[in-house]
């Protein structure tokens, strides 16, 4: 046997080696789901936060509208809608992005109380996994009371 085919030999048992211990470590894992959807819309300020941003909306859709009627130009037209599609799609992040901070840190609370080291989408997960839904969608409750 050649030298290379050695080496070769022995970074190929390496590698299963590694590939073997990697799925008994990950074996070790425990996995939560959620049902993430379900989570936003159980938030406490879900339903403000949607009658603001439909507020934003209509309030950018006339401001487009508008500034359209006073423009006959096709490609001013399209800048203008753009533009505030833009500035409606910020508003809504702005206005959503507490939420979500607060749904990931009820996620890594639960998670960490539960002892999950992965959490996944429900939807995405064919088999297995804890639910912990309902559990996160107490803690969000809660330190929204």
């Known amino acids: 046997m050649s030298r290379s085919r050695k080496i070769l030999s022995v970074v190929a048992i390496s590698v299963l080696v590694l590939v073997a211990i990697s799925g008994i470590a990950s074996a070790q894992e425990k996995i939560g789901v ?17 009658k603001d941003i439909k507020v934003i909306v209509e309030k950018k859709q006339a401001e487009a509208k508008d500034a359209i009627d ?20 910020k508003e809504e992040q702005r206005i959503m992005e507490p939420l979500f901070k607060d749904i990931d840190l009820a ?4 998670a960490k109380a539960k002892g999950v080291s992965i959490v996944l989408d429900k939807t995405q997960v064919f088999f297995g ?17």
Do not use: M, Y
Request: hydrophobic content about 35%.
């Open 34 to 50: 959620i049902d993430p959807q379900k989570v936003l819309f159980q938030h406490p300020k879900f339903e403000k936060a949607q």
């Open 107 to 110: 996620i890594r609370t639960v």
């Open 70 to 89: 006073k423009t006959s130009d096709n490609n001013e037209k399209q800048r203008i809608f753009e533009a505030k599609r833009q500035e409606a799609a």
């Open 129 to 145: 996994g804890a639910d912990i839904t309902e559990d996160v969608i107490q803690e969000i409750k809660k330190k929204n009371a």
